[in-house]
T-cell receptor
Framework: NAGVTQTPKFQVLKTGQSMTLQCAQD?????MSWYRQDPGMGLRLIHY???????DQGEVPNGYNVSRSTTEDFPLRLLSAAPSQTSVYFC??????????FGEGSRLTVL | GEDVEQSLFLSVREGDSSVINCTYT??????LYWYKQEPGAGLQLLTY?????DMKQDQRLTVLLNKKDKHLSLRIADTQTGDSAIYFC???????????FGSGTRLQVQP
């Protein structure tokens, strides 16, 4: 099992550009989520999904879209990147016991 | 909403014990977690405690839970340089609820 796979690992964008962070898991977990990690602020939940076809907003959803067409994939879209979205993004899926499994992170810089 | 607080930094000498503290606000939390993040990596679950327990021991790790004061601690015995990392306290995570993370405590172990 590969676990949770995120791509790309690094990305630099200009303000106003759009992009998609990909996330895939092969553990058949129903629950998937996206967090952003900023210094001194821990992890903040952007969006989450409790199953295919179902998504919901987390703590900081503005500027981001998600979709969940399959159990395996949960892409995060930045519609019009802003410097405030410079961060490290983590995708995580959760098993039935409540344990979160994290991807290795995607470091995004918006100039 | 839920809130989880941690101190930002802890420095110890190799061989000493480390104690990382956390407070939370949601009294209905079912599980409380400790995650470890090494540089450039995602978070990995270190240990967790069910809310009806007050202590859990796992090799060098001891988790203490004071439910009345909503205080959680992680004690690492015989701290090694390999324990240097950021440690995140988190609560919740069952059903539709997402985990709420603290801001993380950076543990520095000096030789």
């Amino acid at each position: 099992n590969a676990g949770v796979t995120q791509t790309p690992k690094f990305q630099v964008l200009k303000t106003g550009q759009s992009m998609t962070l990909q996330c895939a898991q092969d553990m058949n977990h129903e629950y998937m989520s996206w967090y952003r990690q900023d210094p001194g602020m821990g992890l903040r939940l952007i969006h989450y999904s409790v199953g295919a076809g179902i998504t919901d907003q987390g703590e900081v959803p503005n500027g981001y879209n998600v979709s969940r067409s399959t159990t395996e994939d949960f892409p995060l879209r930045l519609l019009s990147a802003a410097p405030s979205q410079t961060s490290v993004y983590f995708c995580a899926s959760r098993d039935g016991q409540g344990e979160l499994f994290f991807g290795e992170g995607s470091r995004l810089t918006v100039l | 909403g839920e809130d989880v607080e941690q101190s930002l930094f802890l420095s110890v000498r190799e061989g000493d014990s480390s104690v990382i503290n956390c407070t939370y606000t949601d009294s209905s939390s079912t599980y409380l977690y400790w995650y470890k993040q090494e540089p450039g990596a995602g978070l990995q679950l270190l240990t967790y405690i069910f809310s009806n327990m007050d202590m859990k021991q796992d090799q060098r790790l001891t988790v203490l839970l004071n439910k009345k004061d909503k205080h959680l601690s992680l004690r690492i015995a015989d701290t090694q340089t390999g324990d240097s990392a950021i440690y995140f306290c988190a609560e919740g995570g069952t059903g539709r609820r997402a985990l709420t993370f603290g801001s993380g405590t950076r543990l520095q172990v000096q030789p």
